[in-house]
C-alpha cells in the first residue's frame, strides 16, 4: 500500500535519504543507529522483529541500548514490549533499506548465529525463523548452508538447547 502511495521512486528516495542521514550524521550516536538498523531491515524484509536481548548481544559496547529515544530512529526503529522486540516500519521498506546498507546476508546470518544466547527461547526462535525465511522465500539454501557449517559450533549448541516442541514444531 505504502509503495501504491509514493510510487517505487519516491519510496527508494525516501529509504536512501533515511540510510543517509543515519549514516552520514557527525554524531556516533547515530551511526550505531544505522548499524542496528541493518540488522532490523535484514530481519524485517521477512516481518520479523529481533529479541531485544539479541540486538544488544550483537554490540559488545552496549550502545544499542533504546534505540528508539534516538531522535534520528524515529519512524524507523521500533520496540515492541509485549515481545521486547525492536523491529521496522514495513517489510518493504526494510527490504529497500537493507538493499541501499549493501551488507552481504551472510555476513549479517553470521553475526546474527554468533549473538544467539542458547539459552533464551526468544533467540532460537528467530534463528529458526530468519534461517526458514532465507530458505524459502529468498531462495537461498546455499547460503544458509554454508553459514550453518561455518557456525556449526554454535548451531549444534542452539540445537541441543532446543526442545522437543521447538524441533518439531517451530
Known amino acids: 500500500m505504502m509503495m501504491e502511495l509514493v510510487g517505487k521512486e519516491s519510496l527508494e528516495k525516501i529509504v536512501r535519504d533515511s540510510i543517509n542521514r543515519m549514516k552520514n550524521h557527525p ?3 547515530h551511526q550505531v543507529v544505522y548499524r542496528a538498523y541493518e540488522y532490523l ?18 554490540d559488545a559496547e552496549g550502545r ?13 526503529i521500533f520496540y515492541k514490549d509485549r515481545n521486547a522486540s525492536y523491529s521496522t516500519l514495513h517489510p518493504v521498506f526494510a527490504q529497500l533499506a ?23 527461547s526468544s533467540h532460537r526462535s ?9 530458505v ?10 554454508d553459514v550453518l557449517i561455518q557456525k556449526s559450533e554454535k548451531t549444534f549448541a542452539v540445537l541441543d538447547a532446543c526442545t522437543h516442541d521447538e524441533l518439531w514444531h517451530s
Not at 544499542?64 to 529515544?69: A, D, I, S
Open 98 to 120: 537493507f538493499n541501499v546498507c549493501r551488507r552481504h546476508p551472510g555476513s549479517i546470518l553470521m553475526n546474527l548465529i554468533e549473538a544467539i544466547q542458547v539459552d533464551q
Open 41 to 58: 531491515c535484514y530481519a524485517g524484509q521477512y516481518q520479523l522483529s529481533i529479541p531485544a536481548t539479541l540486538l544488544h548481544a550483537l
Open 64 to 76: 544499542f541500548y533504546k534505540l528508539e529515544e534516538d531522535p534520528i530512529s524515529k519512524g524507523l
Open 136 to 145: 524459502t522465500v529468498s531462495q537461498q539454501k546455499a547460503l544458509v548452508k
Open 126 to 134: 528467530f534463528l529458526h525463523s530468519i534461517l526458514s525465511c532465507n
Open 27 to 29: 554524531q556516533d550516536l
